[in-house]
């Protein structure tokens, strides 16, 4: 590989152009051609840890600055110049407004003993000034390390929060969480089928299904999965084709689940035209079929374990899925 050890890659679907970050700095892949920059020709004065691209702009995250370069100028943000909150930022996604989204850390190297292994949380920066969520204002504590940040169609973004290897520290997760620039949602091995709160990466599909995994080498554990809060669609979710989501289910607020969250007897109003009720986990796995003939008014979920659920409501011209969390 051009830049040896390799970080990250970002592909721009609009050229078709490569661009990957590693030890030695950063490569543009175009029709069978390589191009380097580094130390030699561009700002760059060591390794490409995260990538982004808004357009044809790439973003980077160095060890010492925010770079940003539009294919001509190149811009550095560090600490002195911009008040970067940490040494190396990773950066994860940039909004279409532009923001831009970083994992804040220490150093990934013995250069700086002083930031070595740091945790700052997660970053945005507007191009101006820098927000900053940690434990004081996010479910985010100091033992994580932001590793994947992906931004879904209704501006949500999706955080993993645990490094890839433990090494020898205990690098803590929360599990995936959510922030919608207002609240933020952790989905936890508490409250949710995941197995484990560390989750080393996610991103996000076309139909804003979140797809996640983890590989801790040093604990043995090993798994990948893919979850969607309005359910998951076919042929991921146990639906036919026929029951195929109705295109857009939140305008209908006729069917209301009460209370949410639950622990014994879920209440359920709005069911009139409802052929068939289905409530399906967030792995999209089935857990109850309730007839409609003996349901009445209530679903019982006290044999459910805690976690985020969806109740899927099958009609005459499709389906309407609510979320509801078990907490007994």
């Given at each position: ?7 990250c890659v ?140 992906a931004i ?83 042929p991921m ?92």
């Amino acid at each position: 590989h051009p830049v040896q050890l390799g970080y990250c890659v970002v592909l721009d679907t609009n050229t078709g152009t490569i661009w990957a970050g590693g030890r030695n700095g950063l490569a543009r892949y175009v029709q069978g051609t390589w191009t380097i920059y580094d130390t030699t020709n561009s700002i760059l004065r060591g390794p490409v840890l995260g990538l982004a691209l808004s357009g044809s702009t790439v973003w980077m995250g160095t060890e010492g600055a925010l770079v940003k370069y539009d294919g001509t100028t190149w811009t550095e943000y560090t600490i002195q110049n911009s008040g970067m909150p940490c040494y190396a930022p990773k950066v994860m996604a940039v909004e279409s407004n532009g923001d831009v989204w970083v994992g804040l850390g220490g150093s990934w190297t013995t250069d700086n003993p002083e930031a070595e292994n740091a945790m700052k949380g997660l970053g945005k920066f507007d191009g101006t000034s820098w927000t900053v969520y940690n434990d004081k204002n996010s479910p985010l504590n100091y033992s994580n390390i932001v590793n994947a940040v992906a931004i879904d169609k209704k501006g949500n973004k999706w955080i993993a929060t645990a490094k890839h290897q433990t090494d020898t520290y205990d690098y803590g997760g929360v599990g995936i969480l959510k922030f919608d620039n207002k609240e933020w949602t952790a989905y936890t091995k508490d409250n949710s089928p995941l197995p484990d709160n560390k989750i080393n990466w996610l991103a996000v599909d076309n139909d804003d299904n979140v797809w996640f995994h983890q590989y801790l080498p040093n604990d043995y554990i090993s798994f990948w999965g893919v979850f969607n809060e309005n359910g998951l669609p076919f042929p991921m979710a146990p639906t036919s084709v026929e029951e195929q989501p109705i295109d857009n289910p939140d305008t209908d607020g006729s069917i209301i689940l009460t209370p949410n969250p639950v622990s014994t007897s879920l209440s359920v109003s709005g069911i009139e035209g409802v052929t068939a009720i289905t409530i399906v986990n967030s792995l999209g796995m089935a857990v109850m079929q309730c007839s409609m003939e003996n349901m009445g008014s209530t679903i019982d979920v006290s044999g459910l374990p805690n976690g985020v659920y969806f109740v899927q409501f099958r009609t005459a011209t499709g389906m309407i899925t609510r979320p509801v969390v078990v907490s007994h």
